[in-house]
């Protein structure tokens, strides 16, 4: 044996088992017990190990699906605090939803329904509006909204300027089902039947500002945690469907006033929920995907 390689000793050895068995704890999922082989080397490997912050100042090592799964877990909590405020503490606010002649791609789209009810699911406000085209089929089927339907409602120009003062009167936070959708149809039909000029009825800042609008659909998205790597976040869900895995029973769908009473119920199953269930298992994957 060379004088230069000398037998390790015990302790050295010990203390060489226990660095490695250090390392590898290092680079273990601390959840569902994977290793990153590589033990950090390759920071572009699937296996990679991340130190994460939670519960105050502590430091967790989690695999990108885990991680992925505990930040899921955190904003759930989030969102039912939140949510349980907001009912707890009476907090008034408007759910607004409204009815189209088609999506906001089409040039001419615009509201034939609109309904907005408060926190406690009465109605503030609803009314049909006649529209300057003929009832599109494909609409009517959805919403049942035919040209028969809709003779005799007043035009949009007609009932916006109680909206406007029902919305900028006390200016409560606003919340939707796909809360850009319904804010982006009042701005086209606003445009479209001349409402945006100075000489009339001006948009309103209170109502333009996206600040003042809160999208439950995006809200339950976070919450339910149908994860997409194609979109890199929460796949949006049918107002149906959260209804339906909430067990919420529900009718009168896809008109105003019972979309916006049937996501006030959304809403308040969730608030429900704080601190009540425990957290589930895994993040939900199946094949439901509703979202625009």
């Known amino acids: 044996m060379s004088p230069h390689h000398r037998p390790a000793t015990e302790k050295q050895l010990a203390a060489l088992v226990k660095a490695r068995t250090a390392l590898v704890k290092k680079h273990t999922c601390e959840r569902?017990?994977?290793?990153?082989?590589?033990?950090?080397?390759?920071?572009?490997?699937?296996?990679?190990?991340?130190?994460?912050?939670?519960?105050?100042?502590?430091?967790?090592?989690?695999?990108?699906?885990c991680r992925l799964y505990f930040r899921w877990i955190d904003s759930r909590q989030?969102?039912?605090?939140?949510?349980?405020?907001?009912?707890?503490?009476?907090?008034?606010?408007?759910?607004?939803?409204?009815?189209?002649?088609?999506?906001?791609?089409?040039?001419?789209?615009?509201?034939?329904?609109?309904?907005?009810?408060?926190?406690?699911?009465?109605?503030?406000?609803?009314?049909?509006?006649?529209?300057?085209?003929?009832?599109?089929?494909s609409a009517s089927e959805v919403n049942g909204l035919t040209d028969e339907v809709l003779a005799d409602a007043p035009t949009f120009t007609q009932i916006w300027p109680e909206v406007v003062k029902i919305l900028t009167a006390n200016e409560p936070p606003l919340y939707a089902w796909n809360a850009e959708f319904d804010r982006q149809a009042l701005l086209k039909t606003a445009t479209r039947f001349g409402l945006m000029v100075p000489e009339m009825l001006q948009w309103p800042e209170e109502v333009k500002q996206k600040s003042r609008w809160h999208c439950a659909m995006k809200m339950h998205a976070r919450w339910y945690g149908e994860w997409s790597n194609g979109k890199d976040n929460y796949r949006w869900q049918s107002l149906g469907w959260a209804c339906s895995d909430l067990e919420i029973e529900g009718s009168n769908w896809h008109r105003a006033i019972g979309d916006a009473q049937q996501t006030l119920r959304v809403l308040q199953a969730i608030a429900d929920r704080n601190g009540g269930y425990p957290p589930p298992d895994e993040m939900p994957s199946h094949q439901y995907y509703y979202g625009e």
């Open 32 to 65: 569902c017990g994977e290793e990153d082989p590589s033990c950090g080397l390759d920071k572009q490997s699937d296996w990679r190990i991340y130190n994460v912050q939670r519960e105050g100042e502590i430091i967790h090592r989690y695999c990108i699906s």
């Open 78 to 137: 989030k969102i039912e605090q939140q949510l349980h405020t907001l009912f707890a503490e009476q907090i008034p606010f408007y759910l607004l939803d409204t009815e189209t002649t088609g999506k906001l791609e089409s040039r001419t789209c615009q509201i034939v329904e609109i309904a907005i009810i408060d926190q406690d699911a009465q109605v503030v406000y609803q009314s049909l509006c006649k529209p300057d085209i003929t009832m599109p089929a």
